[in-house]
């Protein structure tokens, strides 16, 4: 049967939210300038976008530094020109309309730069081959044998660095700092914030506990730190249904422990107005979902919506469906695949995980009474812990100490005191150091 050739569908908002980044941002620009294969035909598909990509390398190659206000400039001066010509008239009022609507698209500076560089080097590679192709088959069908030869001798495919080889100097020192700072998205409020520090793009953060001691609940309580700092968070349950997740949720954005729907309604405006509408929630049965499938299904949702990942959270890691054979080769393949995730795409990841029987009793959890296979923490960039006696649970208490930090020193003996309300699904109300214990 002969094949059928579809047409691609352009991917507008990628071509934008790539030209944005390339207009404002000079790190950026400087990583992906050797992508940027003009010579072989159009870049971008979208014609008045390809026109901006061609001024804006050009001010880059002069000045070595993004254009930024410098665009509208630019386009000015490109006017008296572009109004000579009638097909060009269009194309500066589509520009002009882009520039004009910039700063929507790049809020207070900030975007997952390392996701949209990926991104972006996939996209140039695509082009590079399409304009191999488009050249190709010109040749072919002119039958010029010498021209196609050439072309297939001298063609070269656009590769991205998987491995960042910079020189260490005062300036690319202080440029990878500052990369790393911007890197930062979420921290705990107060002593624990103190205690834990930030989390950042990237990593793979878990949280470990015995059972019934909470771990969804501070799961989804991360999720709503990260949803009020603007972040762009898809909470994975896999062994809740959607009826009690959306309870939760309600209990903590309403602050009260019995909503009814229109307290509840009244709250999730009130939260969205402030924070917009940032969360997403992917519900599977229990023992049901791969990684894979979690991952496809968080892809698909960025490619049909305009909202993009930035934290990963799954409740939990330890219960994702695995084609290993032995559940100890399972729980490390699963481990291993959501810190890739987090490296690929740049989000956090945060997942929880069970500890062993001997960790149900003890006073403090250590890197000891991790369940089935200690290879979790190795993949993890930090891993908590979540301590509390029967006395502690009956008063609202809990302890959480750090297991281990990849990042910074730690010392799984020390711990910080935190008060809880879980009928509002509230886990730290407010935390402090004990100088007592």
């Given at each position: 049967?002969?094949?059928?050739?579809?047409?691609?569908?352009?991917?507008?908002?990628?071509?934008?939210?790539?030209?944005?980044?390339?207009?404002?941002?000079?790190?950026?620009?400087?990583?992906?300038r050797p992508l940027y294969k003009s010579e072989t035909g159009?870049?971008?598909?979208?014609?008045?976008?390809?026109?901006?990509?061609?001024?804006?390398?050009?001010?880059?190659?002069?000045?070595?530094?993004?254009?930024?206000?410098?665009?509208?400039?630019?386009?000015?001066?490109?006017?008296?020109?572009?109004?000579?010509?009638?097909?060009?008239?269009?194309?500066?009022?589509?520009?002009?309309?882009?520039?004009?609507?910039?700063?929507?698209?790049?809020?207070?500076?900030?975007?997952?730069?390392?996701?949209?560089?990926?991104?972006?080097?996939?996209?140039?590679?695509?082009?590079?081959?399409?304009?191999?192709?488009?050249?190709?088959?010109?040749?072919?069908?002119?039958?010029?044998?010498?021209?196609?030869?050439?072309?297939?001798?001298?063609?070269?495919?656009?590769?991205?660095?998987?491995?960042?080889?910079?020189?260490?100097?005062?300036?690319?020192?202080?440029?990878?700092?500052?990369?790393?700072?911007?890197?930062?998205?979420?921290?705990?409020?107060?002593?624990?914030?103190?205690?834990?520090?930030?989390?950042?793009?990237?990593?793979?953060?878990?949280?470990?506990?015995?059972?019934?001691r909470g771990k969804s609940f501070w799961l989804q309580y991360?999720?709503?730190?990260?949803?009020?700092?603007?972040?762009?968070?898809?909470?994975?349950?896999?062994?809740?249904?959607?009826?009690?997740?959306?309870?939760?949720?309600?209990?903590?954005?309403?602050?009260?422990?019995?909503?009814?729907?229109d307290v509840t309604e009244r709250g999730m405006r009130r939260?969205?107005?402030?924070?917009?509408?940032?969360?997403?929630?992917?519900?599977?049965?229990?023992?049901?979902?791969?990684?894979?499938?979690?991952?496809?299904?968080?892809?698909?949702?960025?490619?049909?919506?305009?909202?993009?990942?930035?934290?990963?959270?799954?409740?939990?890691?330890?219960?994702?469906?695995?084609?290993?054979?032995?559940?100890?080769?399972?729980?490390?393949?699963?481990?291993?695949?959501?810190?890739?995730?987090?490296?690929?795409?740049?989000?956090?990841?945060?997942?929880?995980?069970?500890?062993?029987?001997?960790?149900?009793?003890?006073?403090?959890?250590?890197?000891?009474?991790?369940?089935?296979?200690?290879?979790?923490?190795?993949?993890?960039?930090?891993?908590?812990?979540?301590?509390?006696?029967?006395?502690?649970?009956?008063?609202?208490?809990?302890?959480?100490?750090?297991?281990?930090?990849?990042?910074?020193?730690?010392?799984?003996?020390?711990?910080?005191?935190?008060?809880?309300?879980?009928?509002?699904?509230?886990?730290?109300?407010?935390?402090?150091?004990?100088?007592?214990?």
């Amino acid at each position: 049967m002969p094949g059928v050739t579809r047409n691609r569908p352009v991917n507008t908002d990628l071509q934008k939210n790539i030209i944005t980044a390339m207009i404002v941002d000079t790190d950026f620009i400087k990583r992906i300038r050797p992508l940027y294969k003009s010579e072989t035909g159009k870049v971008f598909e979208v014609e008045y976008l390809d026109k901006i990509a061609g001024w804006i390398t050009d001010y880059y190659d002069e000045y070595l530094q993004a254009p930024n206000s410098n665009m509208q400039d630019i386009l000015d001066a490109k006017k008296s020109f572009m109004y000579r010509q009638e097909d060009s008239i269009k194309t500066y009022k589509l520009i002009k309309a882009f520039l004009e609507d910039l700063n929507e698209r790049y809020v207070n500076g900030e975007y997952n730069r390392e996701l949209l560089i990926q991104n972006a080097t996939d996209y140039f590679r695509i082009r590079n081959w399409a304009n191999f192709h488009a050249q190709m088959q010109g040749y072919i069908t002119t039958s010029n044998l010498s021209a196609l030869t050439r072309l297939h001798n001298e063609f070269t495919d656009v590769q991205g660095d998987l491995s960042a080889n910079r020189a260490v100097t005062p300036q690319n020192m202080r440029e990878m700092m500052n990369t790393s700072r911007n890197q930062r998205i979420v921290c705990f409020p107060g002593a624990l914030g103190d205690h834990v520090g930030w989390f950042e793009r990237s990593w793979l953060v878990g949280i470990m506990g015995p059972f019934k001691r909470g771990k969804s609940f501070w799961l989804q309580y991360l999720a709503h730190l990260c949803w009020e700092e603007n972040l762009n968070v898809a909470l994975v349950s896999l062994e809740m249904t959607e009826r009690t997740l959306a309870t939760r949720i309600a209990r903590y954005v309403s602050q009260e422990p019995q909503p009814d729907s229109d307290v509840t309604e009244r709250g999730m405006r009130r939260y969205t107005r402030l924070y917009g509408d940032r969360m997403r929630l992917f519900v599977y049965p229990c023992f049901s979902a791969t990684i894979d499938m979690i991952y496809n299904d968080i892809i698909q949702e960025q490619q049909t919506s305009d909202w993009e990942c930035d934290v990963l959270i799954i409740d939990h890691g330890d219960i994702v469906l695995h084609n290993e054979g032995s559940t100890r080769e399972g729980l490390d393949a699963i481990w291993k695949s959501m810190k890739k995730i987090a490296e690929e795409q740049n989000w956090l990841v945060v997942t929880a995980s069970q500890t062993n029987r001997q960790g149900t009793d003890r006073e403090l959890i250590t890197q000891l009474d991790t369940a089935e296979d200690i290879r979790k923490i190795a993949h993890c960039d930090c891993m908590l812990g979540l301590n509390q006696t029967q006395e502690e649970r009956d008063n609202g208490i809990m302890r959480i100490n750090v297991i281990s930090h990849r990042h910074r020193e730690f010392f799984q003996n020390r711990a910080v005191m935190v008060e809880q309300d879980l009928a509002i699904s509230n886990p730290c109300r407010r935390s402090y150091v004990d100088r007592d214990r």
